[in-house]
């Protein structure tokens, strides 16, 4: 790991004229920023750390929505109570994320800013062609093995898989990033990559991530996240899937569902189309396997990640049928 | 406390850490740190690079080479540690991160006179090792997942476990021991 400067923000404000700063980078929890230090693939000139920014860790949740700090560890937003009643999904998706340690570690701001695990990007000693690390340096990813890249908002110049589970659960609920001077939806923080496969997030040099905010709702309150993946723990998702689901009185209509995916997509992926045709209608199999299909409209393969696309909507289905069989 | 950003254009004479600072600029250059590690109880007084983790720190500067490092990229668990309580991997974490709290390590476990921690008796009850070189990070990482409530039950230890690997291929004995602990502890 190349040597940087290291200092240490006291407050947000300073934090946030330090992110303007040329070759400077936040570090929160480190699992990420580390970890890519050591492989190669980020140099900071200097490392700004926040994690010591007090007021900015806060879980405050209410029926109306849950108001999560930046510096909110993964692990202590799992376990809080109110989470795991009010947004059952968002507890599931980050006690399912990593491991323990790492979960104590990593910040819910720091979850967001969490870079593809694609094995190309990570690699830039055997492979330097990655637009993503060098724009216009080319993928090395298409062509090569493809069997965990994404299938859904890729582009020719990037196949990279977002891999967290957070901020698949984040979309299907409609939450927002605050970045101060800026909100955003959290669906829209985060870019596909077209082609600037470099550009991963909206935000702008001296923006820094204080909190993100998730409106309550009745769809949220019963929800859940699914993860397939190749071991039982501690992996990345083959395909994931949050959702939520609110019925009418009778208790087999729909009056709202919420689907996002994990694992298959360039970026934390909102199923719309897999939405609204099952919105009003009433909930059997059939009809709930035919509608996650549309999940894969403009699914594009590059062989062997092909099995992805036959596999996210029967994830899909199996959530929806597990929400439904919760009545 | 000012804020540390001062430091880059203006450094103070007698900062929290000595950051030189480069004056034709606002790149700082990389400089030396001075921490002070409440470790197992006693205090160390160290002076690194920006770049060194807590891991290097331990085994490199202190000696506490009970902390194991495996694949030092945050995958296996071997280095894990408490920081003020909590269980993280330490391969990953910057010694400047935790300048300032409290970390345990394998080291600090037992009682003074010798006297194992149930988790460590456990272990050795349950031959909850082969090669030994993951059981340092196995227990450290059981004291926690104990000790957060996340040890009710074998599934439930799998899962909370999940972030040590043993390529010897202990685990169910490891399961067992958690188990054991756990109820001892209770």
């Known amino acids: ?327 | 406390m000012t804020s540390h950003i001062q430091t880059i254009i203006d450094p103070p004479e007698d900062g929290h850490f000595r950051n030189g600072v480069a004056t034709d600029g606002l790149i700082p250059s990389p400089t030396t740190l001075s921490l002070n590690l409440a470790i197992n109880g006693r205090d160390h007084a160290l002076d690194v690079e920006p770049r060194v983790t807590l891991l290097d720190a331990l085994r490199e500067r202190l000696h506490l080479t009970g902390t194991k490092k495996g694949c030092d990229q945050g995958q296996c668990g071997a280095c894990t540690v408490h920081v003020d309580g909590e269980r993280v991997l330490a391969c990953l974490t910057l010694a400047a991160l935790v300048d300032g709290r409290t970390i345990t390590t394998i080291e600090g476990l037992a009682d003074e006179d010798g006297t194992l921690h149930a988790v460590q008796a456990a272990f050795l009850e349950q031959d909850a090792f082969q090669c030994g070189y993951c059981t340092p990070g196995q227990i450290m990482s059981a004291v926690a997942c104990i000790r957060e409530g996340h040890a009710g039950s074998d599934d439930e230890i799998r899962e909370y476990m999940a972030g040590n690997l043993c390529r010897c291929g202990a685990y169910p004995n490891i399961v067992a021991a958690v188990r054991q602990a756990a109820q001892e502890l209770r």
Not at chain 1, 306 to 314: F, G, N, Q, S
Request: proline residues 4%.
């Open chain 1, 1 to 327: 790991m190349r040597d940087f400067s290291y200092l240490r923000a006291d407050n947000i404000e300073a934090a946030r004229n330090a992110a303007a700063l040329p070759g400077a980078m936040l570090l929160a929890g480190g699992t990420t920023l580390i970890d890519l230090a050591k492989c190669g693939v980020v140099e900071p000139a200097t490392v700004i750390d926040i994690s010591h920014i007090e007021g900015l860790n806060a879980i405050d949740v209410t029926a109306d929505r849950a108001l999560i700090g930046a510096l909110a560890k993964m692990s202590h937003v799992a376990d809080h109570a109110e989470v795991k009643s009010l947004f059952p999904a968002v507890s599931e998706a980050l006690w399912q994320a990593a491991s323990a340690q790492l979960r104590n570690m990593a910040t819910i701001g720091g979850n967001l800013m969490q870079r593809t695990r694609c094995p190309y990007f990570r690699d830039p000693a055997n492979f330097p062609a990655c637009n993503k690390r060098e724009p216009g340096s080319g993928c090395s990813a298409i062509g090569g093995v493809t069997r965990g890249h994404a299938v859904l908002g890729v582009s020719e110049a990037c196949i990279a898989t977002y891999p967290g589970d957070l901020a698949v659960a984040l979309v299907a609920f409609d939450a927002e990033v605050d970045l101060g001077e800026r909100r955003l939806k959290v669906e829209d923080f985060f870019l596909a990559p077209g082609a600037t496969a470099e550009q991963e997030h909206d935000i702008r040099p001296g923006e820094v991530i204080t909190a993100i905010e998730i409106p309550g709702s009745a769809a949220a309150r019963r929800s859940t996240y699914i993860k397939v993946r190749d071991r039982q723990s501690y992996e990345f998702a083959a395909a994931s899937a949050a959702v939520g689901l609110e019925l009418e009185g009778d208790g087999r209509t729909v009056r709202d569902i919420r689907v996002a995916l994990g694992g298959v997509a360039t970026k934390p992926w909102r199923a719309r189309a897999v939405e609204d045709a099952l919105k009003g209608k009433a909930l059997d199999e059939a009809t709930i396997r035919e509608a996650s299909e549309l999940a894969m409209q403009g699914a594009v393969d590059h062989g062997a990640n092909h099995y992805k696309i036959a596999l996210a909507p029967r994830v899909i289905a199996r959530a929806i049928l597990k929400l439904g069989e919760t009545a």
